[in-house]
Nanobody
Framework: VQLQASGGGLVQAGGSLTLSCTAS????????MGWFRQAPGKEREFVVA????????YYADSVKGRFTISRDNAKNTMYLQMNNLKPEDTAVYYC???????????????????WGQGTQVTVSS
C-alpha cells in the first residue's frame, strides 16, 4: 500500500487546514488509518486513527474538538480537517495505515506498516 499525504502549509493561529491521505489500493476499506505528527526534536506523536470498516475513531486529547477525520471511499482518501490551529500543532504530519491493528494499538506509530511521506504544517502565532 502506498500513501500520499498532502495539504500542509502555513497558517496563522486560529486558522484551519485540511490534510489529505490517498491510498493506492482499493482494499483501503479494511485498514485502520492514522495521522501522526512529529515536531523538531520530538518523537512522533499520535493524532487520530480511524477504523475504515467499523467507523470507530480515536483522537489524541490535544486535538479533540478541533480536528475531525473523514473519508471519501470513491477516492480512497482520508481527510483531516484541522480547526483552531495552535502554534504547538506545528509539525510534519504523516498518514499511516495497517490492516491488522486492534483498538489498543492504534496510538502507537511502530504498529503501523505503511506510511506516507509527510506534509509540513506550520502555525504562526
Amino acid at each position: 500500500v502506498q500513501l500520499q499525504a498532502s495539504g500542509g502549509g502555513l497558517v496563522q493561529a486560529g486558522g484551519s487546514l485540511t490534510l489529505s491521505c490517498t491510498a493506492s489500493e482499493r482494499t483501503y476499506s479494511r485498514f485502520i488509518m492514522g495521522w501522526f505528527r512529529q515536531a523538531p526534536g520530538k518523537e512522533r506523536e499520535f493524532v487520530v486513527a480511524y477504523n475504515w470498516s467499523g467507523g470507530a475513531t480515536y483522537y489524541a486529547d490535544s486535538v479533540k474538538g478541533r480536528f475531525t477525520i473523514s473519508r471519501d471511499n470513491a477516492k480512497n482518501t482520508m481527510y483531516l480537517q484541522m480547526n483552531n490551529l495552535k502554534p504547538e500543532d506545528t509539525a510534519v504530519y504523516y498518514c499511516a495505515a495497517d490492516s491488522r491493528l486492534i483498538a489498543s494499538s492504534v496510538r502507537y506509530a511502530h504498529e503501523y506498516d505503511y506510511w506516507g511521506q509527510g506534509t509540513q504544517v506550520t502555525v504562526s502565532s
